[in-house]
């Protein structure tokens, strides 16, 4: 039986229920959840895993879908390459996505956290499904836990540890997938380990922290490291829907008692919902930044309300608007805000992908330098440039002149050939006959060629005597 701590409205706010008052880490040992939120849970979280595990195989135009090369500034969304020279289209994609996910919030809570965070998902459906296999419910994990150092305990502890090790490996490979993509990754993994001693390193370094949180920080990851959960009160209003405990049909709590008429709520008081919860919370004292959406509640209170013969759903899915006005209002003036923020990023976000050129290059005068009168009738004006690939394939540039009839003649002999992302520079002299010049500054239009392809164009200007 659990003690409730809750002394007076709101003195559940004054404490962190994680941490005892001696100052001690308080470890919850949550009840197995079971039940029909928790089966579509198990659904979703394979499609999840699925598709998280899927995800680096995964290529278009022979690259791969998903990358986060945080290391050399590279990534792909979507097929689509973000360079380093990216750095504000990057911006603008993390914009978007920040106003969507405040959107996201502001309409449905934290859905989010309960269904698809990859911490959730490998905590709850991972690893707290090995510990429920190996060591059994909650009550027998604390009894073991509780037990000496028998060969019982030494088998179960050494297989669940064993385990969850191995799983925080798989993690750790999973994550440099992304990071350097599966190809780069199976190269490293075939070549000699001392040729990539840094790289197995951070593999080792990474399998070490994703098991500390998985076997350890747990529950605290979402509840004192997670910016998110904090956050939500901001997000979050009176028609966000969120697991929500309707404390008008509630309350006042009360035992059952058999045979004895009930003036009481609809709530019988029997803490099942807090002892199926991984944060340790008791929902019905309303919102808290612990509460990562998890369903577990849900079910727990629909099986006893089934066993008492009342109706379901005491806790469920609904905003505090239903439950004490009766009103759903999903569209607020609020939602309408973000989303016309939201359209506005997007559209320009499109724009931006839309009219995207595969080079970026600059072309500008020597500084110090004068134009050139050459014997021959002709002006020559000299140019540093510089020539970044947006792409992640090898790009071989031609320039051309395209609104004034000259020629381009590079300094020494530039191999104008572009890596993946990389960047070629040099010198080079602009070269026009004097009669196609009729001012002292002509604007002078250039475009960059691969093939017949046209990459790009720009300006620069060229100067004559008038
Ligand atoms: S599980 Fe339902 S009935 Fe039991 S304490 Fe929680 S809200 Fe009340
Ligand atoms: S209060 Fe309910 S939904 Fe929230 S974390 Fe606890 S069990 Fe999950």
């Given at each position: 039986?659990?003690?409730?701590?809750?002394?007076?409205?709101?003195?559940?706010?004054?404490?962190?229920?994680?941490?005892?008052?001696?100052?001690?880490?308080?470890?919850?040992?949550?009840?197995?959840?079971?039940?029909?939120?928790?089966?579509?849970?198990?659904?979703?979280?394979?499609?999840?895993?699925?598709?998280?595990?899927?995800?680096?195989?995964?290529?278009?135009?022979?690259?791969?879908?998903?990358?986060?090369?945080?290391?050399?500034?590279?990534?792909?969304?979507?097929?689509?390459?973000?360079?380093?020279?990216?750095?504000?289209?990057?911006?603008?994609?993390?914009?978007?996505?920040?106003?969507?996910?405040?959107?996201?919030?502001?309409?449905?809570?934290?859905?989010?956290?309960?269904?698809?965070?990859?911490?959730?998902?490998?905590?709850?459906?991972?690893?707290?499904?090995?510990?429920?296999?190996?060591?059994?419910?909650?009550?027998?994990?604390?009894?073991?836990?509780?037990?000496?150092?028998?060969?019982?305990?030494?088998?179960?502890?050494?297989?669940?540890?064993?385990?969850?090790?191995?799983?925080?490996?798989?993690?750790?490979?999973?994550?440099?997938?992304?990071?350097?993509?599966?190809?780069?990754?199976?190269?490293?993994?075939?070549?000699?380990?001392?040729?990539?001693?840094?790289?197995?390193?951070?593999?080792?370094?990474?399998?070490?922290?994703?098991?500390?949180?998985?076997?350890?920080?747990?529950?605290?990851?979402?509840?004192?490291?997670?910016?998110?959960?904090?956050?939500?009160?901001?997000?979050?209003?009176?028609?966000?829907?969120?697991?929500?405990?309707?404390?008008?049909?509630?309350?006042?709590?009360?035992?059952?008692?058999?045979?004895?008429?009930?003036?009481?709520?609809?709530?019988?008081?029997?803490?099942?919902?807090?002892?199926?919860?991984?944060?340790?919370?008791?929902?019905?004292?309303?919102?808290?930044?612990?509460?990562?959406?998890?369903?577990?509640?849900?079910?727990?209170?629909?099986?006893?309300?089934?066993?008492?013969?009342?109706?379901?759903?005491?806790?469920?899915?609904?905003?505090?608007?239903?439950?004490?006005?009766?009103?759903?209002?999903?569209?607020?003036?609020?939602?309408?805000?973000?989303?016309?923020?939201?359209?506005?990023?997007?559209?320009?976000?499109?724009?931006?992908?839309?009219?995207?050129s595969d080079t970026q290059t600059s072309l500008l005068r020597a500084p110090g330098s004068q134009f050139i009168e050459n014997p021959d009738?002709?002006?020559?004006?000299?140019?540093?440039?510089?020539?970044?690939?947006?792409?992640?394939?090898?790009?071989?540039?031609?320039?051309?002149?395209?609104?004034?009839?000259?020629?381009?003649?590079?300094?020494?002999?530039?191999?104008?050939?572009?890596?993946?992302?990389?960047?070629?520079?040099?010198?080079?002299?602009?070269?026009?006959?004097?009669?196609?010049?009729?001012?002292?500054?002509?604007?002078?239009?250039?475009?960059?060629?691969?093939?017949?392809?046209?990459?790009?164009?720009?300006?620069?200007?060229?100067?004559?005597?008038?």
């Amino acid at each position: 039986m659990i003690t409730p701590h809750i002394t007076a409205p709101e003195s559940f706010r004054d404490n962190f229920n994680a941490v005892s008052e001696a100052g001690k880490r308080n470890w919850f040992y949550p009840q197995k959840p079971k039940g029909k939120w928790h089966n579509r849970r198990v659904a979703f979280t394979a499609i999840i895993l699925t598709l998280l595990f899927a995800g680096p195989f995964v290529k278009l135009n022979g690259q791969p879908m998903l990358l986060f090369n945080v290391i050399e500034r590279k990534f792909i969304i979507f097929g689509m390459f973000i360079g380093p020279q990216d750095y504000w289209l990057f911006g603008l994609t993390m914009l978007s996505f920040m106003v969507f996910v405040v959107l996201f919030t502001t309409i449905l809570g934290r859905l989010w956290c309960g269904w698809a965070c990859p911490q959730t998902v490998f905590m709850e459906m991972v690893f707290r499904k090995i510990e429920y296999w190996i060591e059994g419910d909650a009550t027998k994990q604390k009894l073991l836990n509780k037990a000496p150092w028998t060969s019982d305990k030494i088998l179960k502890k050494g297989s669940k540890y064993s385990l969850f090790l191995l799983v925080s490996f798989a993690i750790a490979n999973l994550l440099l997938a992304y990071v350097l993509g599966v190809d780069e990754l199976a190269k490293i993994i075939r070549e000699p380990l001392q040729d990539h001693l840094a790289l197995f390193s951070g593999i080792a370094g990474f399998t070490a922290l994703f098991y500390f949180n998985f076997a350890w920080l747990r529950d605290q990851a979402c509840t004192v490291v997670c910016p998110y959960g904090r956050l939500q009160s901001v997000f979050m209003d009176r028609n966000t829907i969120a697991v929500a405990y309707d404390h008008e049909r509630g309350e006042p709590r009360g035992k059952i008692h058999k045979g004895k008429e009930r003036p009481e709520g609809d709530c019988v008081n029997c803490f099942q919902c807090v002892a199926v919860c991984p944060t340790g919370i008791d929902i019905r004292d309303g919102l808290q930044m612990e509460c990562v959406n998890c369903t577990a509640c849900i079910d727990t209170c629909d099986s006893i309300m089934e066993k008492v013969g009342f109706e379901t759903g005491l806790i469920r899915y609904t905003s505090e608007n239903a439950i004490v006005n009766k009103t759903k209002k999903l569209v607020t003036p609020r939602v309408i805000g973000y989303a016309a923020v939201l359209v506005l990023l997007w559209s320009t976000l499109g724009f931006v992908i839309v009219n995207r050129s595969d080079t970026q290059t600059s072309l500008l005068r020597a500084p110090g330098s004068q134009f050139i009168e050459n014997p021959d009738q002709t002006v020559s004006n000299l140019y540093t440039f510089k020539i970044f690939n947006k792409t992640n394939h090898i790009v071989n540039p031609v320039i051309r002149l395209e609104n004034v009839e000259g020629k381009l003649v590079f300094a020494g002999k530039p191999d104008l050939r572009l890596d993946a992302a990389g960047m070629v520079e040099g010198t080079m002299f602009i070269t026009i006959p004097k009669a196609k010049l009729r001012k002292r500054k002509t604007v002078l239009k250039l475009s960059v060629w691969q093939g017949n392809e046209r990459l790009e164009g720009f300006e620069t200007t060229f100067l004559a005597r008038e």
